[in-house]
C-alpha cells in the first residue's frame, strides 16, 4: 500500500512540474520554443525572398 501511495504522490509531482515548466502561459518552455522557431522561420524566408 505504501508503494502505491508514494507511485501516486510522484506521478502527481511530476504532473505539477510539468505544468509549471512547459506549460507556464507565456513564460513556459513551449511558448520560448515557438517564438524562437517563429523568429527562424521569419530570418530564413527573408534569406530567400533576397535572392
Same mark, same amino acid.
Given at each position: 500500500?505504501?508503494?502505491?501511495?508514494?507511485?501516486?504522490?510522484?506521478?502527481?509531482?511530476?504532473?505539477?512540474?510539468?505544468?509549471? $515548466?512547459?506549460?507556464? @502561459? !507565456? /513564460?513556459?518552455?513551449? +511558448?520560448? $520554443?515557438?517564438?524562437? @522557431? !517563429? /523568429?527562424?522561420?521569419? +530570418?530564413?524566408?527573408?534569406?530567400?525572398?533576397?535572392?
Amino acid at each position: 500500500m505504501r508503494n502505491i501511495l508514494m507511485t501516486v504522490m510522484m506521478l502527481i509531482v511530476v504532473a505539477l512540474l510539468f505544468t509549471s $515548466i512547459i506549460n507556464n @502561459g !507565456d /513564460t513556459g518552455m513551449r +511558448n520560448n $520554443i515557438k517564438v524562437k @522557431g !517563429d /523568429t527562424a522561420n521569419t +530570418n530564413i524566408n527573408a534569406l530567400n525572398a533576397g535572392s
